[in-house]
């Protein structure tokens, strides 16, 4: 019986990590050494009453491996708020010091070994230890060189960090691979629910998607088959995966793997491949089995958990088609890519959308003071009656027709109009520059969209008032000497 | 000096004991003369600023200085604009979030970014529109989401606005009480929205013909609260509309189908679940006996008709409606040519509550029948008996009404001092005495309505011809004066109209078309002292360049009439014209468009005035009395004069 040395051990490699950490002390990263510390001292205390009690049972070191991962978590969080060259290089560094430590304790065990035989249990204890550490430094490692990918961000590396947390608790090892075949299984609802409990633990990231993606949810719902109502179970259900959506092709080539849009192009390319792909049966398409036997009407399910499309929503709205699939996972899950060159405002992730809106961009006259523009005026008063603070926006040729009936024309005589009128304009600008919030409605907007022969707010209403002064400054820079000014002292001398 | 300071002080501050709530309590008395408060404010700059302070209306009548004036006066809740000839969009930039009154009305150069504006206001609780006809859906749009105290709007002639700016008025503004919406393009979609509103208490649909049957049968529910509607000119709205709305709103009091459909036993049935209702305006309707028989029958609590202009009005119908209805407080039967002394005699003797009565034009009343009233109808405020065959013996009769404040008597041929006489002894309530070519009247009338009749506001004598200097003498003396018409009244001078002018502060309004002795030296006193004079007519008198010009020291005036001044050169005009800062409105002859320059046309153009060219020939008056002989026969005293 020889717990005694397990516990110097135990703690030694703790004062070591200690260590660590107070050299990580670095001002940028107080608050997160704070919460660090704050584990190592409960670390600290229980480890300190594992040495009043008999060291045997596993339960304790469990305990030290989860607290661990909780440490990793931790940091990980902090890591995912705002990424820094500087974190990574401290992360690393602590992995390193880890792995020596990892090292000091093999190299220990194994040096026991030799003095004596020792106890089984107590060689599998030591085991389970030195794999829940090697696991947890694995995941840190992964997690730490996944957040350098700047297509993942942070969705995976969260996912993966709080998934590890249910893995080395219960399993050893397989831990990313368990999440991968957990998503890809298509399985049955109450099956999926277990597996899908860690997944939605990751709140944050899930909130911050459906944050974006709300205003698309309603608009996804007009290709959507409202009056079908299919009673559950009458049809199948499919889902595809995230990646095969985005693919870009969905038939290959077996051959040379050249992947295609669609399966008639794929037929026509094999046909370069061989005579035997020439034949009118490989040319034809592919028969839908024509059996006699009534087939399951197929419905479609979005692979983001908690979308209303995901089959495990409660109020679950099966999209038709793939097409369907396709078009609402981008428009509601994904960045929209694709801007529109004439406004710079309007952006899409369905590149058909975008080629819509610009078959009428310029003509969408209603403008909203949220921004959003409207090609029909009862749509915006639609939009306005059902957001509270919203109001018309009054368009900016409005400013242009209040140039003229001044209050300036009566002190002057006919003969100088033009000096006038000049005044005013003068006067217009400088109140287009000023920085008052309605400047929103100054009539300084007008030089610019002149220019864009249309009449679009060119600004986006989420700017904060410092980069709405730095755009007016610029639009007056740019078209103010050919435009602006001018422009509307020609309008007004006529 | 440091002595004389001292010495100073204590007097000064002797009113500075009285605490400002107390100095508000007495202003709050100084509401007979605009001036008084003026005066008031320029004793010390402390009583200035009192002044300041305790001003809560504003009617400007020029809006150059709106930005310094609501600087000036912090707390004005009520700002009426609708005196100013012309509201720009940039001079509403002022508007400030503690006015609860805006009227805008006639500002017809406001676009939406005026609206804008005013939706900057967020207190605002009454709002009046009318003929903002710039205005947009955006602009309302943005008063909508902007002013959500509402509780009256007035968009009446604002054409610009439809369906959807009322539809968003009525989402948004929930606490809206009165609402009109006359002559607006609108449909059923957004009434449907307006009616849901809890608290809609007076509608007025006048001349929306968009407004149709359907819509109001659509109508299932609501509108309880609804007091007052005025469904006027609603073409497309018969009894089938009617009664499904009467269901829908049954605490219905006010009820106005003037120029609508044909008034018979359908539509009056349709008035029977109105138990509250109180008045009906049927105006230029077509009425059938029985129509009328059955509101008689079902409107119980009726107290005010109105008939003006009514076709197939009958001694037969109106008799029996008065007989039910005993309570009935006003009635108007204008130019109900075919009802006799059988139905005034039923009015009077069961209507003895009666407070106005109107008949004008009821040629074929004979002349015992105003004996009766004046017997009956003690209570009368108003009555109106335009072209009637009304004699001394009925004006007589009619002097019994002591409480009357208003009574008509142009055109009534037969007329003279000695029935007259007996009004200005008895009625000295009297505020408006209209003797329009009553030519039997002469200075003795005058006299005697003067000397009774201190508190009379307006008086007309136009063409009674044996007026003269001595009558105006007289009324000078009735210093609440504020509209007199004397026109063609060849007899009075320049000295009488000086009379009036001194005696007359409070004189506004002023016709002397056609008094030939009026020159330049009656102009100069006017011009001096009745500051407060906003409309004038001068034509056909003997004024001349130097008098037209001195009228620019009035600086209220507003609306000119200068045609056929044989003594008016076109610089003379000009001068004139530039001088007198806030005009609006300019009768001129059309000779003189072309001898103005044109420049001087434009500026008074953008400063807001209106000119009216008027391309008639001198008409010597003979002719005039043809004209008139011809025209009166048909449309009544009222349309002939507003012609004229």
Redesign the interface.
Known sequence: MEPEPNVPLNNQSLANSNRHQHKWKDPLFLDCGIRFEQQFSDFNQSSEAQTSFSCNSTKPNQRIGAQENQMNEGQESSKIQDWDPRTMLNNLSFLEKKIHQLQDLVRVIDRRRDQDTGRPDELMFQQQLITADLTSTIVQLISTAGSLLPSVKHNLSSVSSVEQFGGTTNSSGEVFGDVVIQQNNPISKTENQSNQTPIDLTGYTGVEQNSITEDLELKIDDDADEGEILPPGSYEILQLEKEEILALHTHFCTICGKGFKRDANLRMHMRGHGDEYKTPAALAKPDKETSSEPILIKRYSCPYVGCKRNKDHKKFQPLKSILCVKNHYKRTHCDKTYSCIRCNTKKFSVIADLKTHEKHCGREKWLCSCGTTFSRKDKLFGHIALFQGHTPAIPVDEFKGSALPSDQGQKCEAANNVDLINFESNAMDAKGSGDDPTSYFTPITFGPSIVGGFNEFPRPPSEDAESSLSFLLSGRFDYSPKSGRFAGLNDTSV | MKKQKSMTEPIFNRFDLLSDEIVFLILDFLNDDPLDKKSFSLVCKSFHAIESRHRKILKPLR??HLAKVLIRFPFISYLDLSLCP?I????LGVISGNLVEIDLSNAT?L???AA?SI?EAKNLEKLWLVRCKSIT???I??IA??CRKLKLLSLKWCFGVGD??V??IA??CKEIRSLDLSYLPITNKCLLQVLELQHLEDLVLEGCFGIDDDSLTALKQGCTSLETLDMSSCQNVSHVGLSSLTSAAGCLRHLSLSYGSRVDLALADSLQKLSLLQSIKLDGSQVTCSGLKAIGNWCASLTELSLSKCSGVTDEGLSSLVTKRVDLRKLDVTCCRTITCASVAHITNSCTSLTSLRMESCTTVSAEAFVLIGQRCQFLEELDLTENNIDDEGLKSISRCSQLASLKLGICPNITDKGLIHIGICCSKLKELDLYRSAGITDLSILAIARGCTVIETINIAYCKNITDRSLVSLSKCSKLNTLESRGCPLITSFGLSAVAMGCKQLTKLDIKNCQNIDDTGMIPLAHFSQNLRQINLSYTSVTDVGLLSLASVSCLQIMTVLHLEGLTPSGLAAALLAC?GLTKVKLQASFKALLPP??I??LE??GCVFQWRDKVFQTDRLRSKILETTVGRGGMKQFHDMV
Do not use: F
């Open positions: 809006s150059e012309r720009t969009d940039s001079s150069d676009k939406d970014l804008a939706a859906d955006i602009g749009g943005c989401v902007g959807l700016g539809g968003l989402v948004k800062g420049t001087i434009e500026h953008s400063r």
